[in-house]
């Protein structure tokens, strides 16, 4: 059964187009990852959640925004993707932030392309 | 000195052989290392956690050299299956992904 759920697989959207992004999971893990992976590139973490505790990586440009409502759902917006945004957009869980080994569940992704 | 560094490959290794590949670290304060296997266009899935007195887990082994810092991956009798892009992943106060390196078992 999955347990960690991206929608949709792919995405197609225009220059400038604003696009919303889904993960969901079925674990009850506390913290959910964003991380854009481009071709033979190392998957580079956008943001994550600890609970309802946004944490934003210095680099992460101010295009790309997250919501989480509640434990199982979490979202990526891209306010107005260009074309170096085109990537896979990886989800993650864990169940907790602070243990040391912590091991990591990703979504399947979803593959977006930018025209 | 980049956080962690990969050989990227690819690594051409005939069926049945014995592959190993190395990942180096730059902090000497990170706590928890991982290998996870990443099939093309699919998501990096947990091969195994990476301990301090080292770990194996049927054909795979793991060890940690914090003196050197680095780990390394070695895979005994390889299979077809085993193709795929290994990432490190490193974690101090944030968790850092390796590019991956590149394997393929040839028939």
């Known amino acids: 059964d999955a347990m960690v759920i991206q929608n949709p697989r792919y995405q197609v959207t225009q220059f400038g187009k604003p696009v919303t992004l889904s993960c969901s999971q079925t674990l009850n893990h506390n913290v959910m990852y964003w991380y854009q992976q481009k071709s033979s590139q190392a998957p580079k973490l956008l943001f994550h959640y600890y609970d309802k505790d946004f944490n934003n990586e210095a680099d992460t440009p101010d295009n790309f925004q997250s919501r989480r409502p509640n434990t199982s759902f979490c979202f990526l917006d891209i306010r107005s993707p260009g074309l170096g945004d085109a990537a896979m957009y990886l989800c993650?869980?864990?169940?907790?932030?602070?243990?040391?080994?912590?091991?990591?569940?990703f979504g399947p992704g979803t593959r977006l392309t930018v025209l | 000195r980049k956080e962690v560094e990969q050989d990227p490959g690819p690594f051409n290794v005939p069926e049945g052989a014995t592959v190993a590949f190395n990942c180096t670290y730059s902090n000497s304060a990170s706590q928890s290392f991982f290998w996870y296997r990443q099939d093309c266009r699919k998501e990096p899935k947990l091969l195994m956690s990476?301990?301090?007195s080292g770990n194996e887990d049927g054909r795979f082994t793991a060890q940690l050299n914090r003196a050197s810092q680095y780990i390394s991956l070695l895979i005994r009798d390889s299979k077809l299956s085993d193709s795929a892009t290994y990432l490190c992943?490193?974690?101090?106060?944030?968790?850092?992904f390796g590019k991956g390196t590149r394997l393929h078992i040839l028939p």
């Open positions: 990476v301990y301090s």
């Open positions: 992943v490193v974690r101090d106060d944030k968790i850092i």
């Open positions: 993650a869980t864990s169940r907790d932030r602070l243990a040391v080994y912590n091991e990591q569940f």
